[in-house]
């Protein structure tokens, strides 16, 4: 299949379906999907699908992939949105080669550990704490179990996403927005919507460890900031994302490291959660 998100197409689905046809594969066999996270979702989607359903068996390659796109059971391709089309469906396994992931480059493993922190901060402070500690030389093993399990236990308390599960975005309000802006790589962005939205729970809810959890991200090598977006294109993305409804801005914020909650904020807030960014 064609590198990175080109594999998440119908069209790609179509040629693996036809593939499966012609290799005679029935029911009781098994999809190996063997990738990044783009690659796991594609074939999770297609095996999801082929014959309304046939296993698949996840092995990440990347860490992001690992800790994040090969747990929890969404699956599915981009239509003209990212992720429209898909379907809620778990591997029978995921099989996690800490080695491989130790010998990615370095800017392919940092995305991946901001993922991995940011499942610290919502439900590990332990994680956070080997992070911290450790910067991206931490135990990948450690953090990769520890990251997969705050996701693991979030999902299998809420799979189709009614509540708790949201808690998987923190970071991702203003990171989206700042990924589609700056161009950013998904963790890169996520890195920086985290720290905004760090001084978005200072100001909401009290939360004191805004500095700690702007060290931690730094001391990963992500960025920490956005200097030279310009504030109303940023205002205009978050503005459009999903998460807004119609009593305003959903953000997930923290009252402490590991106590995540969802809250609707003011244009006060996300205004200074921008400044934290340096987007002026
Ligand atoms: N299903 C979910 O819950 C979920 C969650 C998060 C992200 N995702 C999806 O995951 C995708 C992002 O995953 P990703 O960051 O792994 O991106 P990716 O799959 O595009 O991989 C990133 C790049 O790394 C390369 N790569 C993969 N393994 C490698 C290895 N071992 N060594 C060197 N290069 C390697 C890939 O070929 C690609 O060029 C997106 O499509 C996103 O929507 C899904
Ligand atoms: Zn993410």
Do not use: C
């Not at 591997?91 to 995305?111: N, S």
């Not at 001084?199 to 030279?228: C, H, N, S, Y």
Request: hydrophobic letters at 50%.
């Amino acid at each position: 299949v064609p590198d990175g998100d080109a594999a998440k197409s119908l069209a790609v689905i179509e040629d693996l379906y036809r593939w499966m046809l012609e290799l005679g594969l029935n029911r009781s066999d098994t999809l190996v999907g063997l990738g990044g996270g783009a690659l796991t979702d594609a074939a999770g989607f297609a095996a999801a699908t082929y014959l309304r359903g046939v296993e698949a068996i996840y092995v990440p390659t990347t860490v992001l992939g690992a800790v994040d796109a090969a747990i929890g059971g969404k699956t599915g391709v981009n239509l003209d949105g990212k992720n429209l089309v898909g379907a809620f469906r778990h591997p029978a396994r995921v099989v996690i080669d800490v080695d491989v992931l130790d010998r990615l480059p370095d800017e392919v493993k940092r995305g991946g550990l901001a993922e991995a922190l940011k499942a610290g901060l919502i439900g590990d402070p332990a994680l956070v704490g080997l992070l911290e500690a450790h910067g991206p030389a931490a135990d990948l093993a450690e953090v990769v179990r520890r990251a997969v399990a705050v996701k693991a236990a979030v999902v299998g308390r809420d799979f189709t996403e009614q509540g708790e599960r949201a808690h998987l975005n923190y970071g991702h309000t203003i990171g989206h927005a700042v990924e589609v802006a700056a161009g950013l790589g998904h963790g890169e962005a996520v890195a920086i919507g985290m720290v905004a939205a760090g001084r978005a729970a200072a100001v909401e809810v009290g939360f004191t460890d805004e500095a700690r959890q702007t060290a931690a991200i730094a001391g990963l090598g992500l960025p920490v900031g956005a200097p030279g977006l310009g504030r109303d294109e940023v205002l205009a993305l978050v503005g459009r994302d999903k998460k807004r409804d119609a009593a305003g801005l959903r953000m997930v914020l923290l009252e402490a490291i590991g106590s995540p909650l969802v809250r609707h904020v003011g244009s006060a807030t996300v205004g200074a959660a921008l400044d934290a960014i340096d987007i002026a």
